[in-house]
């Protein structure tokens, strides 16, 4: 039997969204064959992509409001490849850590992402992400406690906080597995 090939990219600002795509690709490479890159990885060298993938899971982090230029280039020179292929997509923010906003229907950074990018994933998810106060630049810190504080969220810069509900990411995975074998 012929193993279908998927891709993995991962655009992170912290690290992150690239720990949620290997739990990911852990999971699915029980029965895939995967390739795993950096988003910026591939516009840099886009012959790091071959065009025979079954499939595509894409992961992005936000960092003030916005994912970042290199996801959004990927996608617009891109666009035939992603649209031709099994596809999906995952926003990682801290936002999400609201029960309000954790659904990609109640999410503001997808809804603001697929509104940009023009793109229409087939699956869609997003999960909680990580504050880690201690890891930031000074300026970083600063910023990211202030939007703590206006959104009523932890503003110890001496302390991590993790928000990422693995369960949630594993559902992920594993959904993709069973709708793609």
Not at 87 to 101: D, E, T
Not at 113 to 139: E, H, M, T
Request: some cysteine; proline content about 3%; charged content about 30%.
């Amino acid at each position: 039997m012929k193993m279908k090939k998927i891709l993995i990219l991962y655009a992170t600002t912290d690290g992150q969204t690239k720990l949620i795509c290997q739990k990911i690709k852990k999971i699915l490479e029980e029965i895939f064959i995967i390739d795993f890159h950096s988003v910026e990885s591939v516009n840099e060298d886009l012959s790091l992509i071959e065009k025979n993938f079954e499939s595509v899971i894409i992961g992005a982090s936000i960092r003030y409001g916005k994912h970042s230029d290199d996801l959004y280039n990927f996608i617009k020179n891109n666009t035939d490849f992603l649209e031709g292929i099994d596809n999906a997509f995952f926003s990682v923010n801290v936002v999400a850590r609201k029960p309000n906003k954790n659904t990609p229907d109640t999410n503001p950074y997808i809804k603001k992402f697929l509104a940009l990018s023009k793109w229409n994933p087939k699956k869609v998810a997003v999960f909680a992400g990580k504050v880690d106060y201690p890891q930031y630049r000074f300026i970083d810190k600063f910023m990211i406690r202030l939007i703590m504080w206006i959104t009523k969220g932890p503003t110890d810069t001496s302390k991590t906080y993790e928000f990422t509900d693995w369960d949630k990411v594993e559902e992920f995975a594993y959904e993709i597995k069973k709708n793609a074998s």
